[in-house]
């Protein structure tokens, strides 16, 4: 099965500050890149994904970019703000393969400090 | 609203008790999951089904079984529930594979808090 590691476990800026998220993982055949964002006590939700045929993806303050030689993938945070304080998560997955165990990384908790 | 609803929100359960939580979607969405949530461990996939009436094993399955009899419900059940599933559980969804167009996102429920004494 896939192999996630997500680096580092915990990270805290200050507001306006970026921050970057790194997501390795062990199975070449992955091609859907994901991050989901969970705020404390709700549910995760996806922020942003990409797809191996793209590089880099950005919706407003958020980017993911990928490095699929490496395999590894980030989420870049800039301008960062007291609302972007979570934990972050990745889960990278093969598509069309009929398989959905998806295996998401331990997370990253964030902590923006204002 | 359309959406995935879980239930109970949280429960407190004799150790040895037999216990089914709930999960029930209305996107008619394929697959659907379930994941225990626990601190320093991430989401950790117990059962998942790619569609109705097929079931596959995740990471943790041990201690619990699920069914998908029809599109909609997908319950999980701890036959004799132990303390170590003491846990926040997470059934999810998503329209399927990432073949045929369909997006990858998974869509969570709110999440069951579970506590075994």
């Known amino acids: 099965g896939e192999n996630v590691e997500q680096h580092p476990s915990t990270l805290s800026v200050q507001e306006g500050d970026s921050a970057v998220i790194k997501c390795t993982y062990s199975d070449s055949a992955s091609n859907y890149f994901p991050w989901y964002k969970q705020e404390l006590g709700k549910r995760p939700q996806l922020i942003i994904d990409?797809?191996?045929?793209?590089g880099e993806k950005k919706d407003q303050r958020i980017a993911v970019t990928l490095n699929k030689t490496a395999k590894h993938f980030s989420l870049h945070i800039t301008e960062t703000q007291p609302e972007d304080s979570a934990v972050y998560f990745c889960?990278?997955?093969?598509?069309?393969?009929?398989?959905?165990?998806?295996?998401f990384g331990k997370g990253t908790k964030l902590s923006v400090i204002p | 609203i359309a959406g995935i609803t879980q239930a109970p929100t949280s429960q407190i359960l004799a150790a040895g008790r037999r216990m089914t939580l709930r999960c029930t979607q209305d996107m008619r969405h394929n697959a659907m999951y379930w994941y225990r949530q626990d601190l320093g461990l991430g989401l950790r996939l117990i059962h998942y089904?790619?569609?109705?009436?097929?079931?596959g094993k995740g990471e943790v399955p041990d201690g619990y079984s699920v069914s998908r009899a029809n599109t909609d419900d997908f319950p999980l059940t701890l036959a004799s529930a132990v303390p170590s599933q003491t846990s926040v559980y997470f059934c999810?969804?998503?329209?399927?594979?990432?073949?045929?167009?369909?997006?990858?996102?998974?869509?969570f429920g709110e999440g069951s808090r579970l506590t075994v004494l």
């Open positions: 990409i797809r191996s045929n793209v």
């Open positions: 999810a969804s998503s329209e399927g594979g990432l073949a045929g167009g369909h997006t990858g996102e998974l869509f």
């Open positions: 889960a990278p997955r093969e598509s069309g393969a009929g398989s959905y165990q998806l295996t």
């Open positions: 089904s790619n569609t109705a009436g097929t079931t």
